[in-house]
């Protein structure tokens, strides 16, 4: 489960850094697909991972921040490197004991929706690997070089 | 592991459900990131998936067969199918203890690379997650709701 978390980090802090060589207007810029701009993309990712981590936590789910607030690449970054701090040791303790264990979440509807912790892990992990797909088609649009989303070569099994 | 391979292998057909309605001529038309087209990303997710297998069972690795003999929907589901019977026994078989075995390969500069197996079954899950974000721009390119990329809710962990 680890290694999968350390691969998104890893891949999220290589579009930050590919993101300081672009205009802030196109990191911003309204486009087809996704949740609709690079920034948001990846304000949403870590404030979905933040948001489901909390909950596994038991701690109350903050109401997700207006991007508003945080739609320059340095609030993003900001953002993200404030959300870890709670992330990173939930993800590091995980067990495999956990991964059954329930979590009881109400919907818009009033219902109650059983997921299990490792049903919630991977769906945050597949979430962020999806959005980043969606910042390579974005980035060739741009005329500029993804972000390599390759998992081998990136010393993680060293 | 395995859930996350079932995950990719729902969505996987989900897409092809996808492409059903969709004309062949913008499945197979180029387009920005990726590898170019939607048919030819599937193949590719397809022919990625089952290379890295056949080389984790010890089996010769095939050369990449042209896309040209596959470039249409009914081929490259026909296609997903045949490597998915040499792909799904292993997967369905993973140990941790297969976690660490390594495999040495042969780069282009005759150089030796050596990978744990547990570095190239996560490597293969996210290569189809990443693909399948940019497949999700060109849907909406298209004017089409784009299959979900949800994990939660597929009722894998049921």
């Not at 607030?69 to 067990?95: D, G, M, Q």
Request: aromatic share 12%; proline share 4%.
């Amino acid at each position: 489960m680890l290694k999968l978390f350390q691969y998104n980090w890893q891949v999220r802090e290589d579009w930050f850094t590919w993101c300081e060589d672009v205009p802030e207007e196109e990191l911003l810029k309204k486009r087809t697909g996704g949740v609709g701009s690079i920034l948001y993309t990846l304000f949403h990712i870590v404030d979905v991972e933040y948001s489901w981590i909390l909950s596994l936590k038991g701690e109350p789910e903050p109401e997700e921040p207006p991007f508003e607030a945080y739609a320059s690449l340095a609030r993003v970054k900001e953002f993200s490197k404030l959300c870890h701090k709670e992330v990173k040791p939930f993800v590091i303790s995980w067990t495999s004991e956990i991964e059954s264990q329930t979590l009881s979440e109400t919907n818009s509807s009033g219902e109650t929706i059983n997921f299990k912790y490792g049903e919630i892990m991977r769906h945050v992990i597949a979430h962020e690997i999806h959005h980043i797909g969606q910042l390579s088609v974005w980035s060739r649009e741009l005329g500029k070089e993804p972000v390599t989303a390759n998992l081998i070569g990136r010393g993680l099994f060293d």
